[in-house]
């Protein structure tokens, strides 16, 4: 698609948070995380208006690019001319978090269906491996309400989600926020791996469950772990291997 460069339209500061998401959602579809063009990611831009970016529904992820990004606001009107439309259940879902989370630049948001089922088990996450460990220590719970469309739904997502960075949508799908795009990139990939492992051992013999007080000790073990970079600690090997594959992200 021949969509015009905003480049030398926009500050240093948003092209950068563009080319970034971009970079996600290529991300997202080479692992296989995407729903045709049914679930999105945002990114917030610094300041007090609590403007975001968000995919222009009906690309593919694979498609998107830093300059076709869609840039709305609080109410989902766009803060600058696009001829893309937003998906309204994205909007009500980013928005409501981005009201209300200002340690919140990136939510990210998947149908897979590895998460879509462990959403639909009734015990949810279970503390089976070292991935849960890390989801368990700030997990909360949302249940389905059907397509967001409502923003009487906002509040209750806010309060499910709270502090965390990990939500599971009942029967719906994952959610991860991140004080980066970064951040919330790692913090999905060892969401959806917990789900696939889940899986995977519920296919087997008799699950061993992790000690509780493991759990508790998992933030240390994750700054331990990134050299307290968090996902910025991986984000510029995933962007080298994104240039050798699929480099027009950035445009």
Same mark, same amino acid.
């Given at each position: ?12 500061? &948003? ?17 296989? *995380?995407? =729903? ?25 992820? =694979?498609?998107?690019?830093?300059s076709?990004?869609?840039? +709305? =606001?609080? &109410? ?12 309204? @259940? ?11 989370? &200002?340690?919140?630049?990136? +939510? ?32 909360g719970?949302?249940?389905? &309400? ?25 029967n ?26 889940q899986?995977?051992?519920? @296919? ?14 998992v ?15 991986? *984000? ?16």
């Open positions: 698609m021949n969509i015009p460069s905003l480049k030398e339209k926009v500050t240093a500061e &948003e092209w950068q948070l563009r080319c970034d998401l971009a970079a996600c959602y290529r991300l997202v579809a080479q692992h296989g *995380w995407s =729903d045709l063009v049914f679930t999105h990611i945002s990114a917030r831009l610094p300041g007090p208006a609590h403007h975001f970016l968000i995919n222009p529904y009906g690309l593919m992820f =694979d498609e998107v690019t830093a076709s990004l869609v840039l +709305v =606001d609080q &109410e989902g009107n766009k803060v600058r001319e696009s001829p893309f439309p937003v998906n309204r @259940a994205g909007f009500v879902i980013h928005s409501a978090i981005h009201a209300v989370r &200002e340690d919140v630049q990136c +939510v990210l948001h998947t149908h897979t269906r590895a998460g879509v089922a462990v959403s639909a088990q009734r015990g949810g996450v279970l503390p089976i491996s070292q991935q849960s460990t890390f989801v368990l220590a700030a997990l719970y949302h249940d389905y &309400e059907g397509v967001a469309l409502h923003d009487e739904e906002k509040p209750r997502l806010q309060k499910d989600l709270g502090a965390g960075s990990f939500l599971m949508l009942r719906h799908g994952l959610l991860t926020v991140g004080a980066t795009i970064a951040d919330a990139f790692l913090a999905m990939y060892v969401f959806e791996t917990t789900c696939q492992i899986l995977a051992a519920q @296919a087997g013999g008799e699950l061993i469950t992790v000690d509780p007080k493991i759990i508790d000790g933030a240390h073990a994750s700054r331990v772990q990134t050299g307290g970079l968090g996902g910025s600690f991986v *984000w510029p090997a995933l962007l080298r291997r994104l240039e050798r594959t699929d480099p027009t992200y950035s445009t």
